[in-house]
């Protein structure tokens, strides 16, 4: 009975903020979240970083090891992206981010942390710092099918990593005034992402469900059953494992639609419009009963 309360206290939260978003999406149409995806890419994704990677205890082997294990797995989702996309005909490029890109941010770090306390936020933060680097990089890249090296320099987010491994790696303490502010940054963020996430599903539109439905099957279902394959090839076992398990499982993120709709066609837009409404309503299902495997056995 303790493992369900536990299950109902880690998820509760998470979708009653979104549920937040949601209806306010449904009373206003028109909302705009441009506002919090500047927010987020350029203060409270850098400051969750900074916070999450030098407050939460964990050391830097740990850290290190599991953005590794984050490296296999985004890999691993992407093969699985590759043939779904060729098996489809689709566009295996400009398609490819939604699903080796799951949303780990604002989802992934908040399930992690009701889950598993703040040291399940830093390995989670180790995962979704690896993820928004490649989103400001390699899915901006395959949206517009060119290279930028300005993209990667013009990116806070990727100092922020920086910074906090830097001070993680010499095992220094951060300044309790900085804590302090990027902690209250990072949490506003945890709060306007997943309201936005709400916003979101009442402004996307599924264009194909039967294509957007078997695309949500290679990111929901597959996904943590490679996180489970690697947790036994590495003989993985604890909070950390459980949190690579969970962030296996998480949606497609919306900022793969964000970044699609400034570089790729309408057609491609569309598409991964559509794989993160489906993939991100399969999750409503899937997401828990990996988070009660995960409590249940990693814990």
């Not at 992206?81 to 566009?91: H, Y």
């Not at 990593?161 to 302090?180: G, K, Q, R, S």
């Not at 009442?202 to 294509?211: A, C, E, H, W, Y």
């Amino acid at each position: 009975m303790d493992i369900y309360i536990k299950l109902f206290e880690v998820l509760f939260p998470v979708f009653f903020i979104v549920g937040i978003g949601y209806l306010l999406g449904k009373k206003n149409r028109d909302l705009d979240t441009t506002f919090i995806t500047n927010y987020s890419a350029n203060f409270g994704a850098p400051a969750l970083f900074i916070f999450a990677i030098t407050s939460s205890g964990v050391k830097f082997d740990i850290f290190s090891e599991y953005f590794i294990y984050a490296i296999i797995a985004l890999s691993s989702f992407a093969v699985v992206g590759i043939i779904f996309l060729v098996l489809m005909k689709k566009d295996y490029i400009r398609e490819l981010p939604p699903f080796f890109l799951p949303n780990t941010g604002n989802m992934g770090i908040p399930i992690c942390l009701f889950a598993y306390g703040s040291l399940g936020m830093g390995v989670a933060a180790a995962i979704s710092s690896l993820v928004v680097l490649l989103h400001f990089t390699v899915n901006i890249f395959l949206a517009s099918k060119k290279f930028d090296i300005n993209i990667i320099l013009k990116s806070p987010s990727s100092y922020a990593v920086i910074v906090a491994v830097a001070f993680l790696y010499f095992d220094l303490e951060m300044p309790t005034f900085v804590l302090n502010t990027v902690m209250l940054l990072g949490y506003a963020m945890i709060v306007l992402i997943l309201m936005s996430l709400g916003i979101s599903l009442t402004q996307l539109k599924v264009f194909s469900f039967r294509n957007a439905l078997i695309s949500s099957f290679g990111r929901v279902i597959i996904g943590p059953i490679i996180g489970i394959i690697l947790i036994k090839i590495f003989s993985l076992s604890g909070y950390a494992a459980g949190v690579l398990l969970i962030q296996s499982s998480m949606p497609s993120a919306i900022l793969t639609y964000l970044i699609a709709s400034m570089y790729s066609p309408k057609e491609i837009v569309d598409n991964i419009s559509s794989m993160i409404v489906v993939s991100t309503l399969m999750s409503l299902i899937t997401v828990p009963i990996i988070v009660f495997i995960s409590l249940k056995y990693f814990s």
